[in-house]
């Protein structure tokens, strides 16, 4: 056989990719499509955001486009692993996340808008420990709880006691900072694993005693820091201080309010352009979508989180082996959590914590965090039916 006639034989490029047992064809597409489309929707509103008064009017926006450039090559590294070799990696993963956590707290950590959870990289960059703690304590909970009981679908005691001891030292970590809202989403992935694997009902019971006991005690013995107080407080009656407590939640439903239907335009809304929203192109940026796209445009903001969401759970559903369940299972509990809780609180259902929205916020470690658990996705996705 001449190479001529090899090379005529070979299959193209295009139809290798598109071949049925192609990598391509195996990847959740739509799942894909909505995150590249809350990207793109992200980086217009910090543009929007920022614009007035970002270093060279394009500065945050560069340095958010750079991070989801980076974002998606740890997504796509994410995904090209086998996700059942990962299980292996867990501990390693999980150990080097509560080595950032304790650094924090170290002379190395930083404190930015009131919570030291930072390590200062120079270069104005900047690393947050605490959202890698997500990735790691979800991987070393799925690896514990995927191995059940012998004759059961249950998983062992012993393996419990340990997803509860990993999570009581990185929420402990967590609470050091203090970074309340980072510590809730915590709380959430260790629940969702534990139902996710069938632990028994008494236990889920006695556990939510406890979390219960445990909010009282923070209240009871005022063990939360005075502007974490004063966020409740505005929660309560946002009306007791709008100039000081309540401001935030005061301009965050004056800004979604104006936007009405279909919004004032990119670039057209007056509290975005004025500034009156703090944190308006991190914690707050759905408010910039409530007053400039309006509300079909937060609405689509939300339907496509949801799209993703729902990909997540069928992920989830299909997959052939527990470790791959638990790890889409508590991903999709991580995004729905935090996307409840941050678009709650710009319209006033939630009180404000310092949560981002999944890929749509500026952040660095918040969007590698994301994209890496996209990737987790899609690597079960890819490789779902291949567990006997």
């Given at each position: 056989?001449?190479?001529?006639?090899?090379?005529?034989?070979?299959?193209?490029?295009?139809?290798?990719?598109?071949?049925e047992s192609?990598?391509?064809?195996r990847?959740?597409?739509?799942?894909?499509?909505?995150?590249?489309?809350?990207?793109?929707?992200?980086?217009?509103?910090?543009?929007?955001?920022?614009?007035?008064?970002?270093?060279?009017s394009?500065g945050?926006?560069?340095?958010?486009?750079?991070?989801?450039?980076?974002?998606?090559?740890?997504?796509?590294?994410?995904a090209?692993?086998?996700?059942?070799?990962?299980?292996?990696?867990?501990?390693?993963?999980f150990?080097?996340?509560?080595?950032?956590?304790?650094?924090?707290i170290?002379?190395?950590?930083?404190?930015?808008?009131?919570?030291?959870?930072?390590?200062?990289?120079?270069?104005?960059?900047?690393?947050?420990?605490?959202?890698?703690?997500?990735?790691?304590?979800?991987?070393?909970?799925?690896?514990?709880?995927?191995?059940?009981?012998?004759?059961?679908?249950?998983?062992?005691?012993?393996?419990?006691?340990?997803?509860?001891?990993?999570?009581?030292?990185?929420?402990?970590?967590?609470?050091?900072?203090?970074?309340?809202?980072?510590?809730?989403?915590?709380?959430?992935?260790?629940?969702?694993?534990?139902?996710?694997?069938?632990?028994?009902?008494?236990l889920?019971?006695?556990?939510?005693?406890?979390?219960?006991?445990?909010?009282?005690?923070?209240?009871y013995?005022?063990?939360?820091?005075?502007?974490?107080?004063?966020?409740?407080?505005?929660?309560v009656?946002?009306?007791?201080?709008?100039?000081g407590?309540?401001?935030?939640?005061?301009?965050?439903?004056?800004?979604?309010?104006?936007?009405?239907?279909?919004?004032?335009?990119?670039?057209?809304?007056?509290?975005?352009?004025?500034r009156?929203?703090?944190?308006?192109?991190?914690?707050?940026?759905?408010?910039?979508?409530?007053?400039?796209?309006?509300?079909?445009?937060?609405?689509?903001?939300?339907?496509?989180?949801g799209?993703?969401?729902l990909?997540?759970?069928?992920?989830?559903?299909?997959?052939?082996?527990?470790?791959?369940?638990?790890?889409?299972?508590?991903?999709?509990?991580?995004?729905?959590?935090?996307?409840?809780?941050?678009?709650?609180?710009?319209?006033?259902?939630?009180?404000?914590?310092?949560?981002?929205?999944?890929?749509?916020?500026?952040?660095?470690?918040?969007?590698?965090?994301?994209?890496?658990?996209?990737?987790?996705?899609?690597?079960?996705?890819?490789?779902?039916q291949?567990?006997?």
């Amino acid at each position: 056989m001449t190479a001529r006639t090899a090379a005529v034989r070979r299959p193209s490029l295009l139809r290798r990719i598109t071949a049925e047992s192609s990598t391509v064809r195996r990847l959740d597409g739509l799942m894909l499509v909505a995150v590249a489309g809350l990207c793109v929707i992200g980086t217009l509103l910090v543009w929007s955001s920022t614009r007035t008064w970002a270093p060279g009017s394009t500065g945050l926006v560069k340095k958010h486009l750079l991070n989801e450039t980076i974002g998606v090559v740890l997504c796509v590294i994410v995904a090209a692993v086998d996700h059942r070799a990962m299980r292996a990696y867990a501990p390693l993963v999980f150990l080097l996340s509560l080595v950032g956590l304790a650094l924090v707290i170290t002379p190395l950590g930083a404190t930015i808008n009131g919570s030291h959870s930072w390590i200062l990289l120079g270069g104005g960059f900047a690393v947050q420990p605490s959202e890698f703690a997500k990735v790691g304590l979800l991987l070393i909970i799925a690896m514990l709880l995927a191995q059940p009981a012998e004759g059961t679908d249950r998983p062992r005691a012993f393996d419990v006691t340990l997803v509860l001891f990993a999570a009581a030292i990185t929420l402990g970590l967590v609470m050091l900072q203090p970074d309340l809202g980072t510590a809730l989403v915590l709380a959430v992935i260790t629940a969702a694993g534990l139902i996710i694997a069938g632990v028994r009902k008494r236990l889920i019971g006695v556990l939510t005693l406890v979390a219960g006991a445990g909010v009282f005690a923070v209240f009871y013995f005022q063990m939360l820091e005075p502007y974490q107080v004063a966020r409740f407080t505005a929660f309560v009656d946002p009306s007791v201080d709008p100039r000081g407590v309540g401001y935030n939640s005061t301009q965050s439903l004056i800004a979604i309010g104006s936007g009405q239907l279909l919004g004032k335009g990119l670039l057209g809304g007056g509290q975005t352009t004025g500034r009156f929203v703090p944190e308006q192109h991190t914690d707050f940026i759905f408010t910039v979508a409530g007053e400039e796209f309006g509300f079909l445009g937060s609405v689509t903001v939300v339907l496509l989180l949801g799209v993703v969401l729902l990909r997540g759970l069928k992920i989830a559903r299909q997959c052939e082996d527990r470790f791959g369940t638990l790890v889409a299972g508590m991903i999709v509990c991580w995004f729905a959590f935090q996307t409840f809780i941050n678009v709650g609180m710009t319209i006033g259902i939630m009180p404000i914590t310092g949560l981002p929205l999944p890929f749509v916020s500026y952040g660095g470690t918040a969007t590698f965090a994301n994209l890496i658990a996209i990737g987790l996705l899609q690597a079960i996705r890819i490789r779902r039916q291949s567990f006997n």
